[in-house]
C-alpha cells in the first residue's frame, strides 16, 4: 500500500487567513482525493484531482474557496481560502491503490479562531 | 442519492466480549463496501473491501461480512488496543466523475475496558 505524508499535522489560523495543506504519496498515482471531516460528522469529499487537469469539486464545495493543484503524480495541495470558524476541521487526502482500497494521509486538523 | 449508517454510535465492551458492528447501507449499484479504523488523531486505516452480497473477510480479531442491505463487522474477544473509531463507506457503481467517491458513516466508537 502507498505512505502519504500530510503536513501540516495542525494548525491555528486566523479567520479571513489562508491555509495551504500540502499530500504527498512515495508512488504515482493518477487520481488524489481531498476530504473534509468535520467534528462528529463523516468523511465528505471536497474534490478529486487528476495530474495535468483540473480538480473535480463535489457538491457543495467551489473552487474559489478549496483551490487544488496537482503538479505531478505524487504531490498534492489544498487551499482553504479566507477561513471561518466554520472551516475548523480535519481534512485528509486519500489515494486509491487497487486491494488496498483508499489509503489516507494521517490529516490537518485546522482550527480557525 | 447515497446513504450510509452505522450503529450503534459508540461501544463499550469488557476485554474478550465479542459483539458486532452494523453498516446499513442505500447506494446505486455497490461497486465495494469498505471498513476502516481510524485511530485518535489519525487517518483512517484500510481493513477491508468487500464487494458482493455473501462475501467475507478475516483480519486478526475482525471478520467483516456483506450481505445486499447491510455489512457487520465482527469483533471476536477484543482486546483494549482494539478500541478505536470504525468507519464504514460504499463506492456505487456508476461511471464519470462521480465513480471514485466514497460515501462515509459517521462510524462507531469502540472502547474495549481491561
Known amino acids: 500500500s502507498a505512505v502519504i505524508s500530510q503536513k501540516p499535522s495542525r494548525d491555528i489560523c486566523q479567520r479571513g487567513t489562508s491555509l495551504t495543506i500540502q499530500c504527498q504519496v512515495d508512488?504515482?498515482?493518477?487520481?488524489m482525493f481531498w476530504y473534509r471531516q468535520q467534528p462528529g460528522q463523516s468523511l465528505t469529499l471536497i474534490a478529486t484531482a487528476n495530474q495535468g487537469s483540473e480538480a473535480t469539486y463535489e457538491s457543495g464545495f467551489v473552487i474559489d474557496k478549496f483551490p487544488i493543484s496537482r503538479p505531478n503524480l505524487t504531490f498534492s495541495t489544498l487551499t482553504v481560502s479566507n477561513m471561518s470558524p466554520e472551516d475548523s476541521s480535519i481534512y485528509l487526502c486519500?489515494?486509491?491503490?487497487?486491494?488496498?482500497?483508499?489509503?489516507f494521509g494521517s490529516g490537518t486538523r485546522l482550527t480557525v479562531v | 442519492e447515497d446513504q450510509v449508517t452505522q450503529s450503534p454510535e459508540a461501544l463499550r465492551l469488557q476485554e474478550g466480549e465479542s459483539s458486532s458492528l452494523n453498516c446499513s447501507y442505500t447506494?446505486?449499484?455497490?461497486?465495494?463496501l469498505f471498513w476502516y479504523r481510524q485511530d485518535p488523531g489519525k487517518g483512517p486505516e484500510f481493513l477491508f473491501t468487500?464487494?458482493?452480497a455473501g462475501e467475507e473477510k478475516e483480519k486478526e480479531r475482525l471478520k467483516a461480512t456483506l450481505t445486499k442491505k447491510e455489512s457487520f463487522l465482527h469483533i471476536t474477544a477484543p482486546k483494549p488496543e482494539d478500541s478505536a473509531t470504525y468507519l464504514c463507506a460504499v463506492q456505487a457503481g456508476r461511471s464519470g466523475a462521480g465513480s471514485y467517491q466514497l460515501t462515509f458513516g459517521k462510524g462507531t466508537k469502540l472502547s474495549v475496558i481491561p
Open positions: 468487500l464487494y458482493s
Open positions: 447506494v446505486s449499484g455497490l461497486r465495494g
Open positions: 508512488s504515482q498515482v493518477t487520481m
Open positions: 486519500s489515494v486509491a491503490l487497487g486491494d488496498y482500497g483508499y489509503t
